[in-house]
């Protein structure tokens, strides 16, 4: 089962375990959000929603809140003497889609828990 979801602008197919960066939204990492613009839900028999599926969302876990890659934006008007630098960096928020929900189910599947980091014991 897969889904096209809107966020930010922009949509993305998405698969339940995909792990994909969208723009910035609101959300504590670790914790579940709920993407609700979703656009089709396909399976065995696609949904194409007018403009959005009713009822159907995807459930997301936030990972990480990280920043882009730097743009920059330099602009010259030639032989008038006169340069322009500047840059940006978008605000990204990475996610894990948990699963996909129709027909206004809440989400079942919690964050995943924390590995724990094993401490290499030094070999004599």
């Known amino acids: 089962m897969f889904a096209v979801i809107k966020t930010g602008g922009k949509q993305y197919r998405v698969v339940p375990d995909d792990v994909l960066e969208v723009g910035k939204i609101a959300g504590e990492v670790g914790t579940i959000v709920q993407l609700n613009e979703v656009l089709v839900v ?30 920059i934006a330099f602009k010259k008007r030639r032989r008038k003497n006169s340069r322009r630098k500047r840059g ?37």
């Open 42 to 71: 396909g399976g065995d028999t696609p949904v194409l929603g007018v403009p959005t599926v009713a009822g159907a969302s995807v459930a997301a876990e936030v990972l990480d809140h990280k920043r882009g890659p730097k743009v």
């Open 88 to 124: 940006y960096r978008d605000e990204i928020t990475v996610l894990r889609v948990t699963e996909i929900l129709t027909d206004n189910a809440k989400p079942t599947k919690g964050p995943r828990p924390k590995k724990e980091k094993v401490a290499k014991e030094a070999a004599e």
